[in-house]
């Protein structure tokens, strides 16, 4: 066949089912072409194109076009189409081998079986009854042979963490041109500008009656870097006002509460229309808010400025689903990484090796901002190729001025301060360190007061909600907590009462308290009954440091004794860095990563997953005794149900009291627990495990 009876067949077909295959091609190849060129990409860029033009000639096969025009099944048409592609690529090799790679796994990411049905079956592109090529040899050639020796040995000429940066590179324009022209979308809605993202901020904080502070002025498109601000002083514009010459804005925290709060405040600065979002309860948020259609959009940041969990980066660089699209936003984007202290030593090893991938592969720009970054972590972010932002000389009069939190120590357990907490009037906090500790205070409490709360980890999604609006419009009473109250939430308390934790903890609850510096707080401090969550040797530590914190005269004070806390946990970081995770386990191959997402938010800590209580167990199990008879609609309803009724569980308190229903698992992904809940205490362990 010659590429002119190529070109009269694709128009002839149809590609989509309103489309001639040559439209949808040719349409995606120029979406392509202005993707390349926001992202500098001209050496590569004729076979970029060549394959995103040819990605989808498997559908020329008379088995496709019947199914796109009366329904019924059709062999996969990437495979089809695998070794006629091959034939009309122009391009030298590796560049040709990695084309067809991605143009094979452009619906479905690499692994080792990939397509060995249609294999098995000998599967043959037809064309009005002829055979036109018989693709089998061809992939199999590219899974078993191509795939080993570049990936894992590499190429005289390419490293395998090349060969892979090139696979993503062209895996992730193929994908995203082909969806952004079935959705009839405009590649301008994914890039922008470092005017726009100033522009957006200056104007925001006008609107706000705010003018640009001093440190905010100097670094206007000074970043990447690193910088520290103390709390409420306006990291998150700081950040986007040094957004560099880049194309997009990715901007990470760490958790799902702190990216909804965020995304609301770009939102107001840039327009709902360019922003998106994400994180593992987008389902749920995006059908909130009615928007489900939005869903691939969100996941894999379609539009100008996005902001999402860490862990969402990250699952790029660990090959997990979908990975080049995920890669591909961060080409010549500017990533800023919020509440960098936060991260346990193995999180932190992955963003500090993401970082440097993402700087030498992608031409990531990174800025990396916290209230109480350690100056061993500075110092590391320098090694790494990261500039100060702002000299700590400018910002250090706005630490040595604050003294928000007085801090005492109480050498007793908090249980026995119930009659000090009880007798104290006002916006009450009360942190520990378990869930079991916090319901066992909060019921002791109950006993003296009607105004206690109670929140933590173990309620159902749906309570969640409720219960974070409580916890952010609470005008007087008192709030039992966990840890859940620690990171980048904007809540004002009058005084504290927690249990001794590792110092950084501390300190980042110490800002849920008097955080706007207009009174007096104070936090008394206790020490605990176990060292649980943490490790024994981070709380031994802390305590040793108690007395420092208590003589502090400012939140500069707060920063020394920080350092020294890191100072004695530092080789667990280091320990954690050497072990090059990211590179061992992903940044040398393009195979699939299965339990990437599960690793990465549990590695060194409490492994948990969901679970649905026993009081909603019957019904999750009726749903799906029902599934087959259900309306879309049911099952969009049934889907959210099981959302809001589930709890993240221990996996060790999950595997004492575990139900498995096969059925369940393999629709809505979830087990059961024979334990109760209850809306006002969360999950109820009638063992009184401590967890």
Partial sequence: ????????????????????????????????????????????????????????????????????????????????????????????????????????????????????????????????????????????????????????????????????????????????????????????????????????????????????????????????????????DGKTETSLLATPESVKVIYTLPTITTVEGIRRRLEDMFGKENVSFGHSMLFYSLYREGRLDERLINRYAMKRIHVSTIDQVLLAFLNYFRFPLREFSLRRAHLIIDEIHSYSPFTMSLILEGINFAMEFLGTKVTVMSATMPSLLQERLREIGLKELIPFEKVRERYASRKRVTVKFHDHGIMDAINEIVNTKGKVLVVVNTVTKARELYETLRGYRDDVYLFHSRFTVKDKQEKMRLVEELKSGILVATQVVEVSLDIDYDVMFTEVSPIDSLIQRFGRVNRRGLKKGTAHLYTPERCLPYIKRAISTSLTLISDLENAKNELEFLTVNDRYYEEMWDKYEKAFKEEWLHKHGLKTIHRFKIGEEWLSTRDTFISLPAIPRNFWDKVVEFTENWGKMSDKEKLEATVYVIEHTVNVPIWILEKAKIIDEKVYSIFGVFGIDMNYSPEVGLIDEREVIF
């Fill in 1 to 232: 066949m010659k590429f002119h009876e190529l070109v009269t067949l694709m128009k002839e077909r149809l590609g989509k089912s309103d489309k001639t295959l040559y439209d949808h091609s040719e349409r995606a190849r120029k979406i392509a072409e202005k993707l390349l060129d926001r992202i500098n990409c001209e050496e590569l860029k004729d076979c970029i194109l060549q394959h995103v033009f040819l990605h989808d000639i498997g559908k020329i096969d008379g088995r496709f076009q019947k199914k796109l025009k009366k329904g019924g099944r059709a062999p996969p048409h990437a495979y089809l189409g695998i070794e006629l592609a091959s034939r009309f690529l122009d391009c030298e090799s590796p560049y040709k081998e990695i084309a067809l790679l991605s143009i094979l796994t452009h619906h479905t990411d690499f692994h080792v079986t990939l397509y060995q049905e249609p294999i098995d079956r000998d599967e043959k592109l037809i064309v009005n009854g002829k055979i036109i090529s018989k693709p089998a040899e061809t992939v199999l050639w590219l899974r078993d042979e191509v795939f080993p020796d570049f990936f894992e040995l590499g190429t005289s000429e390419y490293s395998p963490e090349e060969l892979r940066n090139l696979y993503s590179l062209f895996n992730g324009v193929l994908r995203l041109a082909d969806w952004l022209e079935s959705a009839s979308l405009s590649p301008e809605m994914y890039h922008t500008n470092k005017e726009f993202i100033h522009e957006g901020v200056l104007e925001y904080l006008r609107k706000k009656g705010f003018k640009p502070r001093d440190y905010q002025l100097l670094v206007i498109g000074k970043g990447p870097g690193y910088f520290l601000l103390p709390t409420g």
